[in-house]
């Protein structure tokens, strides 16, 4: 393999190690449990997206063909995380946060974690 | 050069992987338990996809995929449990 495709790929690598590492230094580091929703995302996207470049990089020099399933995994993660995120955030809003604190739900229903789904038609 | 690199990787994910387990065992509030475990699936994956890499197979790839996928579903439901008192309703 040459010279300069190695490189690369260990570059990848090396700053993939690095955020991954961040990620969670900063689940460690920050004091609320809000701060620490954004420490995470790092390694979900910087990490885990430069290993599976680099392995891209790796495999398609190796065997001359371009392999798909790191795509999948590394879409499968971009779409799932601001899922997870929402949820946490909800459970921490259930469990510290009193309804009286927020403002006013500029919706009809209210806020989902505090007030009941609007019934449909079917329910009643 | 390459291998180098994957252990340096390897390591960084190790630490991290410590890291999270401190603070599952500290953390004061659910969410953190649960951001720790969904960190450390991530972590995982990585190590995972390095592991592949190092020994220059593509079978480690499923393994990852099957992770992504459990790791997603039980955040979700431990989240639920926790919001609802119950998975499914």
């Known amino acids: ?124 | 050069m390459i291998e180098y690199a994957i252990f340096f990787a390897g390591i960084c994910y190790g630490a991290a992987l410590l890291l999270d387990l401190w603070r599952i065992a500290v953390g004061p509030d659910a969410a953190d338990r649960i951001l720790a475990l969904d960190t450390m699936v991530v972590n995982v994956i990585a190590l995972l996809v390095l592991y592949g890499l190092w020994r220059g197979t593509a079978v480690y790839f499923e393994a990852a995929m099957l992770f992504a996928m459990v790791g997603f579903v039980s955040t979700v439901a431990y989240c639920r449990f926790i919001l609802r008192g119950d998975i499914i309703e």
């Open chain 1, 1 to 124: 393999m040459e010279f300069i495709a190695e490189l690369l790929i260990s570059l990848f690598l090396v700053v993939s190690g690095v955020f991954g590492f961040v990620g969670s230094y900063g689940l460690v580091k920050l004091k609320d449990s809000v701060q620490r929703l954004h420490a995470p995302t790092k390694a979900t996207t910087l990490g885990v997206g430069g290993v599976l470049i680099a392995s891209m990089l790796f495999f398609f020099l190796d065997t001359g063909h371009i392999s798909i399933h790191e795509i999948l995994i590394a879409l499968f993660l971009f779409l799932t995380a601001p899922i997870t995120a929402n949820f946490i955030a909800k459970t921490y809003m259930v469990a510290n946060l009193k309804q009286e604190k927020l403002p006013k739900s500029s919706s009809e229903c209210g806020w989902s974690i505090y007030d009941k789904p609007p019934s449909s038609d079917e329910d009643s």
